[in-house]
T-cell receptor, first 111, second 113 residues
Framework: GESVGLHLPTLSVQEGDNSIINCAYSNSASDYFIWYKQESGKGPQFIIDIRSNMDKRQGQRVTVLLNKTVKHLSLQIAATQPGDSAVYFCADATGANNLFFGTGTRLTVIP | NAGVTQTPKFQVLKTGQSMTLQCAQDMNHNSMYWYRQDPGMGLRLIYYSASEGTTDKGEVPNGYNVSRLNKREFSLRLESAAPSQTSVYFC????????????FGAGTRLSVL
């Protein structure tokens, strides 16, 4: 079956450094992905999305890279801030009725 | 603009009790979803409603029922709560069912004793 997984359950970075969170997927037909941020006690919050006709997409301080050859995507956060501390999920949103979420990476920013 | 609103935020039930989780969205979205999130896991789909008047089962529908009351509201009912239903429940909505961003509520934390 389909699966989406994150490489590391936890990641700690120094404030001001760049963060890279990785995600792998199994379905070669997947063509739309969303990154969500979930802070403690809150619902997932949309960060950025990418479709398979793109290799890279940039937002404010965030960049998502998609490598379809190896079925891998990453979220890069520039100049990480304490407010970036949260759990980050990649979700395969290709399906008509569901998001397939990975298990999440908990990012901790060290002041 | 409130987005997706869930009530209640917290609930404690005894085994066998029933309750309804409420969800409302003010974004005029067509599709709505109910997920559950267990510790250390991603979200799993319980039920969804592609449009007003339709509902369908997701990955983990057993023990739950839903009602799409109107375009704005989508409720989740536990008829006879079990400890295995202790979880955090999230409602989400999206403009169209396919390949669109889902927007989430803040969640309902449910404990079944």
């Amino acid at each position: 079956g389909e699966s989406v997984g994150l490489h590391l359950p936890t990641l700690s970075v120094q404030e001001g450094d760049n963060s890279i969170i990785n995600c792998a997927y199994s379905n070669s037909a997947s063509d739309y992905f969303i990154w969500y941020k979930q802070e403690s006690g809150k619902g997932p919050q949309f960060i950025i999305d990418i479709r398979s006709n793109m290799d890279k997409r940039q937002g404010q301080r965030v960049t998502v890279l998609l490598n379809k050859t190896v079925k891998h995507l990453s979220l890069q956060i520039a100049a990480t801030q304490p407010g970036d501390s949260a759990v980050y999920f990649c979700a395969d949103a290709t399906g008509a009725n569901n998001l397939f979420f990975g298990t999440g990476t908990r990012l901790t920013v060290i002041p | 603009n409130a987005g997706v609103t869930q009530t209640p935020k917290f609930q404690v039930l005894k085994t066998g009790q029933s309750m309804t989780l409420q969800c409302a969205q003010d974004m005029n979205h067509n599709s709505m979803y109910w997920y559950r999130q267990d510790p250390g896991m991603g979200l799993r789909l319980i039920y969804y409603s592609a449009s007003e008047g339709t509902t369908d089962k997701g990955e983990v529908p057993n023990g739950y029922n839903v009602s799409r009351l109107n375009k704005r509201e989508f409720s989740l009912r536990l008829e006879s709560a079990a400890p295995s239903q202790t979880s955090v429940y999230f409602c989400a909505s999206t403009e169209l069912i396919a390949k669109n961003i889902q927007y989430f509520g803040a969640g309902t934390r449910l404990s079944v004793l």
